[in-house]
């Protein structure tokens, strides 16, 4: 394949049009044209197609502008990781994580692996599951940590590490704290929720659609689940929670259980990596061993 072609094509998908792919590369917009249409013959697919003063990617465009973007991330990756070795010799870790784990397993297992290799500097980076996924594959981060059950990404492999209790919560004083409740009851509750791509709301509203129940109405909706807690706690609505993120609120008594009828929630912990990539053994292998 010609990657030359490739990436003009690239910054036209990006830029949705020809001629301005043109203006930024500082070449003729004939020239652009030129080579994506050679970029076609070769493929033998159309990538795009005249839509007004723009363009469009077809189906099959769409696939490779994806592709190509994920190809020209790790091209910069490792000319930063060179250059990174080149002038310091110290090698960069960057690690995308679901709020839990960033929060609460991560800074530990950091400081440990810091503690075993001092010279390598380490990034942490706290998205929700959808964008740690995202990450990975465009070689922003070379390790994901990620609580979620399904919807794996084929070309990412998913280790396992643990499984976690995931607990529904109320203000202490509520009228439902500390009692076993059904899930329709529960989801009259005005709940706090996560934004979308969170992967506990997915699972909160699987749960509903699984036990025919209607969703809950929104009470909040926050990006953070440390900023959904305190809002339990200041005394408005329900919410789902890790049990490692709300214990010491439940200690301190200023939230409280909720149990729900023929529900118990754990959810899996996996380390995420790119599938058929070679990682330093220290990488890997050191993590393991801190979290186990």
């Known amino acids: 394949m010609n990657l030359h072609a490739l990436r003009l094509f690239t910054k036209v998908a990006e830029l949705q049009s020809v001629s301005k792919a043109a203006q930024t590369l500082m070449i003729s917009q004939p020239a652009v044209t030129i080579q994506i249409r050679n970029l076609e ?11 007004g003063r723009g363009i469009t990617l077809t189906s099959n465009g769409e696939f490779l502008f994806k ?16 250059e990174q ?3 310091t010799g110290i090698e960069e870790l960057h690690i995308a994580a679901t709020h839990v784990p960033a929060h ?10 810091k503690q075993a290799y001092p010279t390598t500097n380490i990034h942490l980076k706290t998205e929700n599951s ?12 070379d390790l994901g940590f990620i609580v979620k059950e399904d919807g794996h990404h084929p070309d990412i492999d998913y280790t396992f590490l643990m499984n976690l209790d995931y607990w529904f919560i109320v203000p202490f004083e509520h009228r439902i704290a500390g009692q076993e409740v059904s899930l329709s009851t529960l989801m009259n509750e ?28 929104v009470g909040l909706q926050f990006n953070g689940i440390n900023e959904s807690i305190h809002a339990i706690a200041a005394g408005y609505g329900a919410m789902l929670a890790p049990s490692i993120a709300v214990s010491d ?13 023929n529900i118990d929630i754990q959810r899996p912990i996996y380390l995420c990596t790119r599938k058929n990539e070679q990682h330093t053994p220290s990488i890997l292998t050191t993590f393991m061993k801190f979290i186990e």
């Open 41 to 51: 013959k070769e493929l033998g697919l159309t990538l795009v197609e005249s839509k």
């Open 67 to 82: 592709q190509a973007q994920r190809l020209f991330d790790l091209e910069l990756d490792i000319e930063n990781k060179v």
């Open 85 to 87: 070795l080149k002038f």
């Open 104 to 113: 609460f397993l991560l800074p530990n297992w950091m400081a440990k692996y």
């Open 130 to 141: 959808k964008q740690v996924i995202e990450q990975l594959l465009h070689y922003k981060a």
């Open 190 to 217: 005005p709940f706090i929720l996560r934004e979308d791509g969170s992967s506990t709301k997915e699972l909160l509203i699987s749960l509903c659609k699984i036990h025919k129940t209607p969703p809950p109405k």
């Open 249 to 261: 609120f439940i200690h301190r008594k200023q939230v409280a259980r909720v149990f729900v009828k």
